[in-house]
């Protein structure tokens, strides 16, 4: 509050204040919303299914958002009150609901129908720096496949770059930690969620199934245009 | 198999047979924590030493619930005799960690792993843990374990009826 005011205060323009914008900045919170799936429920079948998908979407994504939003309320109510204590015991619900958030956003965009390109390699720069860095895109997806195989409890795997040594990594976060936990020049390109509430219906526990399956909808096109914005 | 688990946990920094292990204990204890009539409460010593140390069977069901939905991905929820406090308390676990580690007793568990009720349940873990504690909880095995647990932890003078 009191640091809207001062902002206020030593305003230098002689313009009008923008009352709404104003109202807007001593709220200063932006809260979340569901994004939309780019194609139906059921476009990803037979790798996965409808039901998962809906249930993913609909269910687990959207309680991760109305989770953050909460917490995001409590904690500008905390900062507002001046309650430390409070804003310290919000990181965990902050980290675990709004990591679920960013982590399911990057992966429905992850995911492409096969007749949307789902599946088909990864041409351009990306191609070719997965050649250079794991020597092809097979021992690539094996590597990881065996890093979500081995994955213990819930998490994701990564295929990330690192913007600062130009390198591209392969990396797991536990339970809904983003990969930028992992490292801050870390920037996420593929993410395979390895929880059991991503395959569990269809595949049972057989995990490694879904991994297999699971090249054959991945969107190489949203990857290679993330990796070329980032070596740019 | 508890010395199996003390030892690879490795106060804290667990070796790789850890989690097999671990989760072959824990699966064992879930097996035998339940029965098909089970729910309903706990009886005579064991409802005594709840309600001392909840305050109410029904509060300490709502902390057990509690834990189960506020559990951040994988793991178990326990009523546990803590053996330095000497209290019952509930407790929550991630991944195959259980409270052998911390040397304290277990007296029953419930796994909140999503694949433990995901194809019954979906994504509704609160219902679960419901009918988990009206329906299926066995409160004789958990008084079984209660009486072997007081040998080794004192609770205080037993109640001997006077003559």
Do not use: C
């Not at chain 1, 007749?115 to 997806?141: H, M, Q, V, Y």
Request: glycine share 8%; hydrophobic share 40%; charged share 20%.
């Amino acid at each position: 509050m009191a640091l809207s005011l001062r902002n206020l205060v030593s305003r230098n323009s002689l313009a009008p204040l923008p009352i709404g914008r104003l109202l807007l900045s001593t709220r200063g919170l932006q809260t979340f919303s569901l994004p939309d799936l780019p194609y139906d429920y059921g476009a990803l079948e037979p790798t996965i299914s409808g039901e998962i998908m809906m249930l993913h979407h609909q269910k687990h994504h959207q309680t991760y958002v109305t989770n953050y939003n909460k917490a995001l309320e409590q904690l500008d109510d905390a900062m507002n009150r001046g309650d430390p204590s409070t804003v310290v015991k919000l990181q965990s619900a902050l980290k675990f609901n709004g990591g679920g958030h960013i982590n399911h956003s990057i992966f429905w965009k992850n995911l492409a129908p096969v007749n949307e390109g789902g599946g088909e390699p990864p041409r351009g720069s990306l191609g070719w720096a997965i050649d250079t860095d794991f020597g092809s895109l097979e021992s690539l997806k094996q590597k990881m496949n065996a890093e979500g195989a081995a994955l213990q409890g819930s998490g994701w795997v990564w295929l990330g770059v690192d913007k600062e040594l130009k390198r591209l990594v392969v990396e797991t976060t536990a339970n809904q930690d983003p990969l930028v936990t992992k490292g801050p020049s870390l920037v996420p390109l593929i993410g395979l969620d390895v929880w059991e509430h991503a395959y569990y219906l269809q595949y049972k526990n057989v995990k490694p199934d879904y991994l297999n399956n699971i090249w054959k909808v991945i969107n190489w096109k949203y990857a290679s245009n993330v990796y070329e914005k980032e070596s740019a | 198999m508890d010395e199996l688990i003390k030892a690879t946990y490795n106060n804290g920094n667990p070796l790789p047979e850890f989690n097999n292990a671990a989760q072959v204990w824990n699966h064992n204890f879930f097996w035998e924590s339940m029965e098909p009539r089970g729910g309903d409460m706990p009886k005579l010593g064991l409802l005594d030493q709840i309600e001392k140390d909840f305050g109410s069977f029904t509060n300490f069901k709502e902390k057990f619930v509690d834990a189960a939905l506020t559990l951040f991905g994988s793991g178990w929820v326990w009523l546990v005799l803590k053996r330095q406090e000497r209290r019952l308390e509930v407790v929550k676990t991630s991944n195959a960690i259980n409270p052998l580690v911390w040397n304290d007793i277990p007296i029953i568990n419930l796994d909140v792993w999503e694949h433990a009720y995901y194809l019954d349940y979906k994504n509704d873990r609160a219902a679960y843990v419901k009918n988990f504690l009206d329906h299926l909880v066995s409160w004789d095995v958990a008084t079984a374990r209660m009486i072997r647990a007081e040998a080794f932890v004192n609770l205080g003078e037993p109640k001997i009826p006077v003559a």
